[in-house]
């Protein structure tokens, strides 16, 4: 029955998958507000107005960031756009005949011209979608507006998850049958623990190494400083990977700017320090053991759930992994306490 139901839960989010991704995020944010919101109400305050305290916290935060972040961010995409060229140039004028001397192949196989002029049709095509929206109803101006619904969807269907999360899980826990009731609550709190120090502190972790190599790379000097360290915060969600693809953007960048080794050096110390704070501190105390999850794993889940269900797959990928892990533990220590193990042992 417990596999019937999972298996229907996947069949309907892989048909369902457009329509469940603002639900999913939803349920993420309230996920993550819960115990912000018991919190409050242990201070004697109802459960609507913790609710609403939390939203306005937490949605104010954000559109500071994006009224600060965009601008900065749309300024930074540009200059990289009108940089490209000059990038395909020293690309074909340095690096081209190297390649073409030591692995004898022809020079057109490296040729990236025709895929830096698509970046920038797109880019400019990008730059001109706002005054196009006036003009006519197409079928991506349909898309945009779905858009923005899906946007709007977001922090209602949030606002009345968040209000009665503590009723739902409830009423889960009546309808468990009684002889499984107390085994399934205490896979569902381990669940929770590691749920929570994925969502919780990893996100934390994102968010730090964002600021940090950001910063670093603003007080070196380097162009895209910004840009670099959001695509390092965020790619920082698999293992390692944020710091490699950050170095290496971030070093590339700084060979083409500088033209002395000094800012080199300055940019490997900002990305050593920040995966020193990360191995050292952010990952031992925002996350710590308790999610256990392979670096192996996380790049396959995440692999295995865009493969599946897109964005929707990507982002319950690691819960549900978690979630799985905790299960598979559960069977390991029932397979160690059985007579099944036992059995083999010498004098059993």
């Not at 050593?272 to 308790?290: F, K």
């Amino acid at each position: 029955m417990l596999a019937g139901i999972v298996l229907l839960g996947v069949v309907l989010i892989h048909f369902v998958g457009a329509v469940m991704t603002p639900f999913a995020i939803s349920m993420v944010l309230a996920y993550l507000g819960d115990p912000l919101v018991d919190r409050l109400e242990k201070m004697k305050l109802s459960r609507g107005l913790s609710v609403t305290i939390v939203f306005a916290v937490f949605f104010s935060v954000v559109a500071l960031l994006l009224l600060v972040l965009i601008p900065a961010l749309f300024h930074q995409l540009k200059a990289l756009m009108q940089l490209l060229p000059a990038l395909d140039h020293w690309f074909r004028d340095n690096v081209i005949p190297l390649l073409v001397e030591y692995t004898d192949v022809e020079p057109e196989w490296f040729d990236i011209s025709q895929v830096l002029k698509n970046m920038a049709s797109e880019w400019q095509r990008a730059g001109g979608l706002l005054a196009q929206l006036g003009k006519s109803v197409t079928s991506s101006g349909l898309a945009i507006v779905g858009f923005f619904v899906n946007l709007f969807l977001i922090p209602v269907v949030a606002f009345y998850l968040l209000r009665d999360w503590d009723i739902m899980m409830e009423h889960i826990r009546l309808i468990l049958p009684v002889n499984i009731e107390p085994i399934v609550v205490e896979l569902a709190a381990e669940c929770d623990e590691v749920l929570g120090a994925f969502l919780k502190g990893q996100l934390m972790v994102m968010l730090a190494l964002g600021v940090i190599y950001g910063l670093g790379l603003w007080f070196v000097g380097l162009q895209f400083a910004l840009l670099i360290g959001l695509l390092a915060g965020l790619v920082s969600i698999i293992p390692y990977m944020g710091f490699v693809v950050g170095f290496t953007t971030a070093i590339l960048v700084a060979f083409f700017q500088f033209d002395s080794y000094i800012p080199l050096l300055m940019v490997m110390g900002v990305f050593t320090v920040g995966q020193i704070l990360e191995s050292w501190v952010l990952t031992p105390y925002l996350v710590g053991d308790r999610i256990g999850l392979h670096p192996v794993a996380v790049i396959f889940a995440l692999m295995a759930g865009g493969q599946i269900m897109g964005f929707v797959g990507m982002l319950i990928a690691l819960p549900l992994a978690a979630i799985i892990m905790v299960l598979l533990r559960h069977l390991h220590r029932n397979y160690k306490a059985s007579h099944l193990y036992h059995a083999g042992k010498p004098g059993e």
